[in-house]
């Protein structure tokens, strides 16, 4: 197989509680939004639109109906003789078999998709944002920088830190810190919940983290804190456009009217 430049990996199999009845036997990226679509084709657009056409969909919670709906990607123009898009969901393997215990095991056990594209870059992203974002702008900006790893931020309210992954920058976007919904912040700064890995970078990262049995085994709680450990060139990419998170009711009713 042809050797790409980035290969995308979308985080698609969360409960979405907050959400209520619309979750409860359906996967939060598989909501409907704006009448016929879904909330999933915010992030599966903004791939197709940004040039990125090797996707991999991670799934666990009530993927059916979200299964069913994204189906060979044919929608975003994933089914191409250069593109690919694949479903990710738990397996049972030769020597282990488990549900995905975080994001960043859910990623940890699809290394082997990462590794048969043999990608230089390796994007992460959420599927339960309503954004528009070129992704290709981020990744140019992380090559530029000759950077480890890049991550998507965006400004928000102070009284809404606590919500969030918050970044400390210095004068040239390096990220200095980094900590999950902190209780008391100076930066306001947030994580988007997007990340552009050099993919050996990732690669060695999560299966360090596999091997921490009191690891959360999340992006933004263990494995961005122990990339800063490392020393790892992190940059933060500022985002300035629409941007909702819709992860409770009253807040999908809003970005929807």
Do not use: C
């Amino acid at each position: 197989m042809e050797k790409k430049e980035i290969v995308a990996l979308v985080l698609a199999g969360g409960k979405g509680k907050r959400l209520k009845g619309l979750t409860r036997k359906n996967a939060k990226p598989a909501v409907f939004y704006g009448g016929k679509y879904r909330i999933v084709d915010f992030v599966l657009s903004n791939l197709a639109n940004s040039n990125i056409n090797n996707v991999g969909l991670i799934t666990q919670y009530e993927s059916v109906e979200l299964n069913d709906y994204t189906s060979s990607g044919k929608h975003w123009g994933f089914d191409g003789n250069n593109s690919s898009f694949s479903l990710l969901s738990p397996r049972e393997k030769e020597d282990s078999s488990s549900w995905y215990k975080g994001t960043a095991d859910a990623v940890y056990q699809n290394i082997d998709f990462i590794e048969k594209l043999g990608s230089d870059y390796v994007l992460i992203a959420s599927s339960d944002h309503i954004y528009k974002m070129n992704y290709s702008k981020m990744l140019n900006y992380l090559i530029e920088k000759d950077g480890d790893v890049a991550i998507a931020t965006i400004d928000v309210k102070k009284e809404e830190t606590t919500r969030f992954g918050i970044l400390t920058l210095d004068h040239s976007n390096l990220v200095t810190s980094f900590v999950e919904k902190p209780r008391n912040s100076t930066s306001t700064k947030a994580s988007m919940g997007i990340y552009i890995f050099k993919s050996k970078v990732l690669i060695d990262a999560l299966k360090a983290d596999s091997k921490i049995e009191n690891s959360s085994h999340d992006f933004g709680k263990d494995i961005i804190p122990y990339l800063l450990r490392k020393n790892k060139k992190i940059y933060g990419f500022n985002f300035y456009g629409y941007w909702r998170d819709v992860g409770t009711v009253s807040s999908l009713w809003q970005a929807n009217m």
